[in-house]
């Protein structure tokens, strides 16, 4: 019988692999449908599909260190792999699964892309008024840590366990009643 926290590991490994899937699905679809540039309106001028190629981070920032940016993504994937084990909380697992799966959704088009092997520019598809140009795998990251963020405001620390407080900080309880 698996432990809980081996099947949060499982959660983790499986949310990625989701991601990973639906990232490249998408992708491969934008390419095979979408002309480069030639906006088609989903949602009037609310949600396009423009089709880019990505050779840098967010925002198309730091061009030039695309391999950089895929070993970056390595360390990121084996940290999180190697976390995993430690998960004790489905919140978390779920938030390292997306970033997990987005940053692998991202690299395997940085390794396999054109123009070069780790310089392939990453598949961008989803455009807002006002926003850059996205994909699955970034919407994935960016929720993900929102979720994160969220976890941590709520004391929730990656075992599961709520975080204590601190050393010389007292709590105060103030009974009404």
């Given at each position: 019988?698996?432990?809980?926290?081996?099947?949060?590991?499982?959660?983790?490994?499986?949310?990625?692999?989701?991601?990973?899937?639906?990232?490249?699905l998408?992708?491969w679809?934008?390419?095979?449908?979408?002309?480069?540039?030639?906006?088609?309106?989903?949602?009037?001028?609310?949600?396009?599909?423009t089709?880019?190629?990505?050779?840098?981070?967010?925002?198309?920032?730091?061009?030039?260190?695309?391999?950089?940016?895929?070993?970056?993504?390595?360390?990121?994937?084996?940290?999180?792999?190697?976390?995993?084990?430690?998960?004790?909380?489905?919140?978390?697992?779920?938030?390292?699964?997306?970033?997990?799966?987005?940053?692998t959704?991202?690299?395997?088009?940085?390794?396999?892309?054109?123009?070069?092997?780790?310089?392939?520019?990453?598949?961008?598809?989803?455009?807002?008024?006002?926003?850059?140009?996205?994909?699955?795998?970034?919407?994935?990251?960016?929720?993900?840590?929102?979720?994160?963020?969220?976890?941590?405001?709520?004391?929730?620390?990656?075992?599961?366990?709520?975080?204590?407080?601190?050393?010389?900080?007292?709590?105060?309880?103030?009974?009404?009643?």
């Amino acid at each position: 019988m698996p432990t809980p926290r081996k099947g949060l590991m499982w959660l983790t490994l499986a949310v990625a692999a989701g991601v990973v899937i639906l990232d490249q699905l998408t992708k491969w679809m934008a390419v095979k449908w979408l002309n480069p540039f030639e906006p088609v309106e989903l949602i009037g001028p609310w949600l396009r599909l423009t089709l880019t190629r990505n050779p840098g981070a967010a925002f198309s920032l730091g061009a030039g260190y695309t391999v950089i940016f895929s070993l970056l993504a390595l360390g990121v994937i084996a940290v999180i792999i190697r976390s995993s084990r430690k998960i004790g909380s489905v919140g978390w697992a779920v938030a390292l699964g997306g970033i997990l799966g987005g940053a692998t959704g991202n690299l395997i088009d940085r390794i396999f892309r054109s123009p070069a092997v780790f310089r392939g520019h990453v598949v961008d598809f989803i455009q807002w008024p006002h926003f850059p140009v996205f994909n699955v795998a970034d919407m994935s990251i960016t929720c993900s840590a929102v979720l994160m963020v969220i976890l941590v405001l709520r004391g929730v620390q990656l075992s599961g366990q709520p975080i204590a407080p601190q050393d010389g900080v007292a709590e105060t309880r103030t009974d009404n009643g």
